[in-house]
């Protein structure tokens, strides 16, 4: 127990050094599980998931068609806002600047935000630039294997930092767990925990934790 710990905050120090650990965060070598109510069932000849809003035609894939959809994988590091950092993490799944660029997505020039709509009418928001940025996914995958129901299971929203890239790196909530929409907005709304008095932007490197702060 005591060669782990001290593994734990070798590997902690050696990352703090290399500038990839934010401030006010500590690495985890667990994957630990956060959301706001139940974990919700999912049945694959009902599920669907539905792109509307500032976009040229609205769109519902049944889960057959959304596994149709170009694919790729992201190497990221993930920070949470309860203050744990977990490094290196492999995702699977379908990029939505990749949907975008290939005209699968069509936006509006008026489409200048993102809320995902989840289960049980949970939303989170993000700006255009952070959804269509490379280190924002539709996951469907983690380290090879399918989301496990706790942490999204089919689909959840992603976001993370790429190493070497320089794009903007929110807190691990903006990206939501069982995704059940995607809706592009002309103007920003607040989601769930941003409502209730989290930051908006959340960048973790300025420790965006809080509206007050």
Same mark, same amino acid.
């Given at each position: 127990?005591?060669?782990?710990? %001290?593994?734990?905050? @070798? =590997?902690? =120090?050696a990352?703090?050094?290399?500038?990839?650990? *934010?401030?006010?965060?500590?690495?985890?070598?667990? %994957?630990p !599980?956060?959301?706001y109510?139940? !974990?919700?069932? %999912?049945?694959?000849?009902?599920?669907?998931l539905?792109v509307?809003g500032?976009?040229e035609?609205e769109?519902?894939?049944?889960?057959?068609?959304?596994?149709?959809?170009?694919?790729?994988? /992201?190497?990221? @590091?993930?920070?949470?806002?309860?203050? +744990?950092?977990?490094?290196?993490?492999?995702w699977?799944? !379908?990029?939505?600047?990749?949907? /975008?660029?290939?005209? /699968?997505?069509?936006?509006?020039?008026?489409?200048?935000?993102?809320?995902?709509?989840?289960?049980? =009418?949970?939303?989170?928001?993000?700006?255009?630039?952070?959804?269509?940025? *490379?280190?924002?996914?539709?996951?469907?995958?983690y380290?090879?294997?399918?989301?496990?129901?706790?942490?999204?299971y089919?689909?959840?929203?992603v976001?993370?930092?790429?190493?070497?890239?320089?794009?903007?790196?929110?807190y691990?909530?903006k990206?939501?767990?069982?995704?059940?929409?995607?809706?592009?907005?002309?103007?920003?709304?607040?989601?769930f +925990?941003?409502?209730?008095?989290?930051?908006?932007?959340a =960048?973790? +490197?300025?420790?965006?934790?809080f509206?007050?702060?």
């Open positions: 127990m005591l060669g782990a710990l %001290f593994g734990r905050r @070798d =590997d902690e =120090d990352k703090r050094k290399a500038g990839r650990l *934010p401030p006010g965060q500590s690495l985890t070598q667990r %994957f !599980v956060l959301h109510g139940p !974990v919700p069932p %999912f049945n694959p000849e009902t599920w669907s539905r509307f500032e976009v035609t769109v519902t894939w049944t889960w057959e068609q959304f596994q149709q959809l170009p694919r790729t994988q /992201v190497q990221m @590091d993930l920070h949470c806002v309860t203050r +744990w950092s977990k490094f290196d993490t492999v699977e799944g !379908v990029s939505l600047a990749t949907l /975008v660029s290939q005209g /699968v997505i069509k936006l509006k020039p008026t489409a200048k935000y993102l809320l995902q709509h989840c289960e049980y =009418d949970f939303t989170v928001n993000i700006p255009l630039e952070v959804a269509l940025a *490379p280190n924002f996914l539709l996951a469907t995958h380290d090879g294997q399918p989301l496990t129901p706790d942490h999204g089919p689909l959840r929203g976001i993370g930092h790429v190493l070497g890239a320089e794009h903007k790196t929110p691990l909530w990206g939501g767990k069982w995704l059940r929409g995607l809706e592009f907005m002309a103007q920003d709304r607040l989601g +925990w941003e409502q209730a008095g989290y930051h908006n932007e =960048d973790v +490197w300025k420790e965006e934790r509206a007050y702060d």
